[in-house]
């Protein structure tokens, strides 16, 4: 059997691949098991911060891996602390708890907003219509789509969506002495690219500030210079109580991270919270590495690219509008998205989807060229 084969015999299928097995990559470029090459605008979903097997971040993994693999959270392990580190002194956050994942992050935002409200009977997490946040029971449950919500319940209780934008319906939440906490994405990813009002989210901030409820940003998607600021959230000229990140922290390796700032440092005590493979050394080794070249020249380039994705397909024949910030973008097209994906596939270039918009996610240090390879064929299939 091919590869193919193999994995529909095999595999459980739960996902919807595109029909191309990738056997190779550098860069911005994957090659197919039949040797045809493509242009990628997916970085593994905003995972492949420098592209695929990067040389810098390959040596800096190897090196680690030379030196010392996993060993437990019973002891202490100096990439898992360089990168705490790191991430507070970059954020001005205070702790990191580290797991594998966003949802796993998210999770532990969700942890810690409960145990904050619990001395002042306080339990409600409020999020977004349109959100994600994950794949497990609770994340789930925080997601504020109905969609997610079908088949797996009954799903833990304590959740309350809310309209984007709306001032009014989040003020009357905040004000309520019931919540805890609020999770939002400053721009929702899977929810199709949506990116939140910066008055709304300053005074969702406020409000937070004003009624002690947790003010907390999921940066798993817009995290790690993808936006073309470090952090999403630094766009909106707020500082958050709690944020996540994950996909792009450790440049292809499973890493998840909750940061906590002041209000909440003190909240998760031993045993609370835990994760076997959380902060293990090599995924730390690699988001050290990418952390160390996330500077503000790249940012600068990130910005720069996407005004250029932007001027080139702007007003562009098929093309409705483009969301997004940085090299996160959505293109609301007239052709359906899924027909525009699979036509550029064949073309040698990979986009995803979000909602029913075309989503691009390249590498953040994808050559001008390949960009200008890539923008031609999509413009071909809009």
Not at 168 to 187: F, H, Y
Not at 315 to 342: C, D, F, R, S, Y
Not at 360 to 377: H, M, T, V, W, Y
Request: glycine share 12%; with cysteine.
């Amino acid at each position: 059997m091919n590869t193919k084969q193999t994995d529909l015999t095999y595999i459980v299928n739960t996902y919807g691949r595109f029909d191309v097995a990738l056997q190779k990559g550098s860069g911005a470029t994957y090659t197919d098991e039949d040797g045809k090459q493509y242009i990628d605008f997916g970085s593994g979903i905003a995972v492949n911060t420098f592209g695929t097997c990067d040389a810098e971040w390959v040596a800096a993994v190897t090196a680690q891996m030379n030196q010392m693999g996993h060993v437990s959270n019973l002891y202490y392990s100096a990439p898992q602390a360089k990168l705490a580190q790191m991430l507070c002194e970059k954020t001005g956050m205070k702790k990191v708890f580290f797991g594998n994942s966003g949802a796993e992050a998210n999770e532990c935002a969700l942890k810690i907003a409960r145990k904050y409200g619990e001395a002042t009977g306080r339990s409600t997490i409020v999020t977004l219509k349109s959100s994600f946040h994950g794949r497990t029971i609770a994340t789930l449950a925080a997601t504020g789509q109905d969609k997610f919500h079908e088949h797996f319940g009954p799903f833990p209780r304590g959740f309350r969506y809310i309209t984007p934008g709306n001032k009014e319906e989040l003020t009357s939440v905040l004000t309520s002495g019931q919540v805890c906490g609020i999770l939002m994405e400053v721009v929702q990813g899977e929810g199709g690219v949506n990116v939140l009002d910066k008055t709304y989210v300053q005074l969702a901030a406020r409000l937070c500030q004003e009624n002690d409820v947790l003010f907390m940003i999921d940066e798993v998607q817009t995290g790690n210079g993808r936006t073309g600021k470090l952090y999403g959230y630094m766009h909106y000229d707020v500082q958050p109580d709690v944020f996540t990140t994950a996909k792009g922290l450790a440049g292809g390796l499973p890493m998840g991270a909750c940061l906590i700032g002041e209000k909440a440092e003190q909240v998760l005590a031993k045993g609370d919270h835990g994760s076997t493979f959380g902060g293990n050394p090599i995924c730390a080794a690699g988001a050290v590495n990418v952390l160390s070249r996330l500077t503000d020249d790249l940012l600068t380039q990130v910005t720069a690219k996407g005004e250029y994705i932007r001027k080139e397909l702007e007003g562009h024949p098929g093309v409705k509008g483009i969301t997004g910030l940085g090299l996160m973008l959505g293109i609301t097209t007239e052709k359906p998205n899924g027909q525009i994906a699979a036509e550029c596939l064949s073309d040698g270039l990979l986009v995803l989807t979000a909602k029913d918009k075309v989503r691009l996610l390249p590498p953040l240090n994808i050559s001008f060229d390949e960009l200008k390879q890539g923008i031609a064929i999509l413009k071909k299939n809009l």
